[in-house]
């Protein structure tokens, strides 16, 4: 099963793993811009990076959204979606005032049906029933080519082996 860190202590993460190789569980979550149904994973026909953060209302994870937005900018053919637990709301809010306009904002909120089909659901901690921060590429035939479960929660991820998985 695998594992991060928060501030230091490892914590479980509940759910299916997915790792390099697998294909990419198929799973609906809600757009951040007009509530409807967004399908991420799965064989779309094109490349994906789908990025898993707990809140955008924290500052790494803002910080990781806004990194991303402008890396994203650059991307061809790619489909970058952030999925996290926030109310679409609150995420929709988010992006209007920091500009985020490179990439499909999404929550996983209803169900988790994405943190548990993908394994990035915090188990144990203080932070039990967030997920993880991870980042996921999968190719246009749905399946897994770049995985990172970021170590530490409240670290930055490894932005430029995550945008080298989708170009």
Do not use: W
Request: charged share 20%; net charge negative; with cysteine.
């Amino acid at each position: 099963m695998a594992t991060t860190k928060f501030k230091g202590t490892e914590v479980q993460l509940l759910g299916n793993e997915v790792n390099v190789g697998d294909k990419a569980p198929e799973v609906t979550v809600v757009n951040s811009d007009g509530l409807g149904d967004v399908i991420v994973g799965g064989a779309q026909g094109k490349k994906q990076l789908i990025i898993v953060v707990p809140s955008l209302d924290t500052g790494v994870c803002a910080t990781e959204t806004r990194n991303f937005n402008a890396k994203a900018a650059s991307l061809s053919g790619v489909q970058a979606t952030i999925v996290s637990l926030d109310l679409p709301f609150a995420a929709g809010r988010f992006c209007q005032a920091e500009g985020i306009n490179d990439l499909t904002v999404t929550s996983d909120f209803r169900n988790k049906d994405f943190a548990n089909a993908y394994g990035v659901l915090l188990g144990g901690s203080v932070l039990a029933g967030v997920t993880c921060r991870a980042i996921f590429a999968v190719n246009e035939e749905g399946i897994v080519t770049y995985k990172e479960i970021v170590p530490e929660i409240t670290e930055e991820p490894n932005y430029d082996a995550a945008i080298a998985a989708v170009s």
